[in-house]
């Protein structure tokens, strides 16, 4: 990059980059807000608040402890199960006895998956459990 002093009174010939610049910033923030966000949809059906509450049963059933490690591992009562297998198994617990189903707990470690866990949720999901937990 030349420096010219104030003596020769001729043309400069550098480029201006601020407006470059400046355009590439908008085009940037434009393509940032319309990009869409990768996300994995799970509906979750809230409790409702009633005004007659629903007595507990009086056996309730014992709860599914469901334990994914950081591997990525799913343990169903502290036995190895497949992701493939889990479903099946959750949908035999929630039609044994559908209005007294056992609850489900999810225990996650510190550095297990999110897409694990989405998969297991949307499984206990297709099984029609209604009592899901997180445990720590």
Not at 84 to 91: A, C, G, H, I, Q
């Amino acid at each position: 990059m030349a420096f010219s002093s104030g003596s020769s009174a001729g043309t400069m010939a550098d480029i201006n980059v601020t407006p470059l610049v400046d355009v590439l910033l908008v085009l940037l923030i434009i393509f940032m807000v319309t990009m869409p966000i990768q996300s994995i949809p799970v509906d979750v059906d809230l409790p409702q608040k009633t005004d007659n509450p629903v007595e507990p049963p009086p056996n309730p059933p014992e709860p599914i402890k469901l334990r994914i490690d950081g591997a990525g591992q799913v343990f169903w009562n502290n036995s190895p199960v497949q992701l493939t297998e889990l479903e099946p198994k959750m949908r035999e617990e929630s039609q044994r006895d559908p209005l007294n189903q056992p609850e489900l707990q999810i225990e996650t470690n510190e550095s297990a998956q999110y897409g694990i866990l989405a998969k297991v949720l949307v499984a206990a999901k297709n099984a029609r459990l209604v009592k899901i937990g997180f445990v720590q």
